[in-house]
Each structure stands twice: as C-alpha cells, then as structure tokens.
C-alpha cells in the first residue's frame, strides 16, 4: 500500500477545462457538485482507501522566527504567492495507477453545465517509513 | 442475556464517584484515573452481570483501582509498609462533590480547550477515545492534553466556590462546538447544563440551559437532506421540537424574574421570541432589537453588534440595518455576509451577489461556505446568468509573474 495526497488549488495549477467561478453556476449544479465530492469519499471509506481530507481557507499567512525575545515576524496574505491550497484528500492505495485513476475521477466533478471540470489536481507520494527488508 | 450498559446512566454517576475517592483522601488526578478505568471496566463487565447498585459498584471498582495504584507506587518505594485499609466514608455530600468537580474542571487557569476536555471525562463521564473522536484529534493527544489539564489542577484547593461564569463558558463551548463522534456533544452539554442547574440556584445556569434547548430544538430544521445549511429564515418551523421550546421558554421564563440578568438569558430570550414566531415576519422584530440592545449593555461585543444591525433592517429597513452596519468593526466574522443580506435586501442584488461571492472566501466552515457561495449563484442566476464578475472569488485570475 502506498500513500497519496490529492491536492486541489486555489491557483497555481493550470487552469481546468470547464473553468467556471463556482458561483457563476446554478444552485443545482453546486449541489451536484458537493453530492458527487462527498460520494467519492464515501466510495473510498467503502473501498478502504479513505485516509483524510479536508477544506482549507483560501486566507494565511506566512510566519517566521524573528530572534529570540521577539514577536512571530508575520507576512501575507499570500498576495504575492502564485500557488494557493484549497484542500486535500489522502489515499491509501494498490498502486500508483490506482492513484492516478482516482485522481482523474476526482477531478472529474461536475461543475457548471452540469460537465465536469477538469481541473488539474496535483498527486503527490507520501515518504513513508523504510521497509524492514531492503536487500 | 447480553444487555447494553445504560451509558447515559453510567456517565451520570461519575462526578459522584469522583467526589467520593477524593474525599476519601485520594488526590484528584490518581482518583480520576482510577474512575476513568472503572468505567471501562463498567462497559465490559455490566452487559453480562449488571449491578444492582450500579454506583456502589464503581465506587467499589475505582476504589480498588486507585489502592492498586497506590499501592504499586509505595512498593517501589517501601516495600515492607502496608497500605491503609478502606477508610470510612465521610459524610454524604455528593451535590457539593459535583458541583467542585465543576468548578476545578472549569478552573480559570486552564485554557478552554482543556477545560472542555477535563468536563467531559471527569464531570461526563466520557472515555478519552470519546473526547478525542468528538474534537477529532488522535487519543494520544487528547491524553495527554487531559493529563496535564490535571497537572494543572491538581493544586487547586476544592474547598473554594469558584466564578460560575467559567464553567457556564465552557459548557457553552462543548454545546456550540459540537463536532462528531459517537457522542453527540450538544445532548451532552445540555445533560451537564441541567446536572448543574439542579444543583446550583443562579439565573444564568438556567438561562444558558434554556438558550441550549431553545436552540437545540431548530436542530432537525437546521439542515437540508444533503447536508446543507438552512437558514432561519427558510426552515420548515413544523420541525422544531415544541417539547423543548416549551421547556425552554419555562425555564427562561423562571429565570427572567429573578431580575438578574446576564448575557445567556438575554440571548435565550431572542431564541425564544424565534421559536415564539410562526415565520420569519411575524417574528417580534422590536422586542429583538430591544433584546440585543441589553446584551450590548451586557457584553460590547461586536458579534452582537452585528446580529443587532441584521433585527434593526427587520424592524425598520434594509438601509437603518445597513446605518447600523456601518457602525460595526468590518473584520467581525460574517461581516461581509450580513452586508450581502442587507444590500439584496435592499433592492442591489449585483453588489449583494459580489458581497456573498466575497463571504465565502472568509467563511469559517465549509457548510457555511458552500451557503454563502449558493445565495450568490441564486443572484448571479435571476441576473444575467454566466457574466464573469470583476471579483471572481473561488477561482482568482494568476497574478502576473
């Protein structure tokens, strides 16, 4: 089994095929949209490839060190940054074909006009613990 | 036969038996251990033997836990001394135990998430599997967030009544931050809310009980099949649960004339003129504003604020709600949505369509989210549907490289 995570963008990816705002479609197709998310999930959950997923806001800011016996030195909102998590899912899967398969299958959503988007989803391998037997 | 532990019957019993091992003389937090690992023991051992004082067998279970744990320890360190036999049993005071479990689990120098912990498993009852599955953090880190919660208090002399204002704050948090889990937290909150107004004689117990089940009864009403939110506005009011809007309004009613009010019992009293309305325009909008105005007195908070402008647009006007919006701090949560609810009611659904767009992007939850980005899909599609907006909030256009 290996992991993967499934990240969606906010920007940074290239721009999907039916790339529409999501309130510039109709109520149904947004309601289309969240019923076919939260059934892919269920279907993974049913499979037990389902590890975790969430929502993040499209708001943060970047945070660092700034000496010691100052304040957290903070930076942002990502106004300057071109590439913007909107959330993730993490799989547990067979294969890396299984991965790209439900990939593709996510990113297959339906968005407006009830055609899926298309949007580009990024599929990147968790480093793992090393296995026990390595020769 | 295989029965199912009464759980509800079992958790109710736990800050008794708490109070009992302590003054017993055992230290709080080896006492709650000890009660804690009795209750598991409860769940494997009563669905087979059920007790017949199902109390005095935790006590006698957390008691002998404790003295085995007690008693490893001193064998490390003297060996040869024996450990005390069972001491009597003091005096029953066992409201009073409860009501210090309360106030040392709401102790103010723990943070809030620490003290909802240490409610939960100590005055609740819960395991601290349960806990951790219903805030979903891993149980390791709830255990230790619980144990040092303990380390925290375990300084803290009981003897003391402590500020009734924190524990009412941190039943607030369990009720109103109900998460998931296979405990459902708002029941829970309400059980420990009720436990402790049975116990304590203050209005302000009595109205945040009442503000939790005035609330708790729109709970059916409050999601649509799918999961998503309704308003209150456009809830079906068949679904509300009269049983606890009755009760509800009783106990804020009793409360109410003791003439001492604070801020549950006036947020209790709008929940209850909503669940007093048969739709949303026969609502008592005047007496809202009239409530909101005490509880500006009451708190100065710009939340309250808020939700004020939103009954002042009812009362007299989307453009008085608007003046009123005007006056609150912009970077309030939901801000940006009641500014969209009050320009759309105002006649401006292009700039109220932008201004729901906008408030998805700050919402807080993503069933809020999803709402707000839907009120502003109905607008764009009455308008002219699929006109790209200069805003374009889900999907920002790339900033240049």
Known sequence: ?135 | MTREVDEVLLRSLTPGVLGILVRRGADFAAAEDAVQEALLEAFRAWPDDPPRDPKGWLVTAAWRRFLDATRSETARRRREERVEEEPPPGPTRELDDTLRLYFLCAHPSLTPSSAVALTLRAVGGLTTRQVARAYLVPEATMAQRISRAKRTVSGVRLDRPGDVATVLRVLYLVFNEGYSGDVDLAVEAIRLTRQLAAIIDHPEVAGLLALMMLHHARRAARTAPDGSLVPLADQDRARWDTTSIAEGVAILQAALTRDRLGEFQAQAAIAALHADAPTTEETDWVQVVEWYDELVLLTDSPVVRLNRAVAVGEVDGPRAGLAALAAVDGSVPRHTAVAAYLHERDGDPALAARLYAEAALHAPHLAERDHLTRQAARLNEAGSPRTPLALAPIHPPEEPS
């Open chain 1, 1 to 135: 089994m290996a992991k993967y995570l499934m990240l969606k963008h906010y920007r940074g990816a290239p721009a999907g095929v039916n790339d529409v705002p999501m309130d510039q479609w109709t109520q149904d197709e947004i309601s289309d949209h969240i019923q076919y998310m939260n059934d892919f999930a269920t279907r993974l959950e049913a499979t037990g490839e389902y590890v975790d997923g969430q929502a993040l806001s499209p708001e943060g800011t970047f945070v660092r060190f700034d000496g010691e016996g100052r304040p957290p030195l903070t930076d942002g909102p990502f106004a300057e940054t071109k590439d913007l998590i909107a959330g993730w899912m993490a799989i547990d899967v067979d294969t890396y074909d299984r991965a790209l398969e439900l990939a593709a299958e996510l990113s297959a959503a339906p968005g407006a006009g009830g055609r899926p988007i298309h949007e580009w989803l990024e599929l990147r391998p968790f480093l793992t613990e090393p296995p026990t037997i390595t020769e």
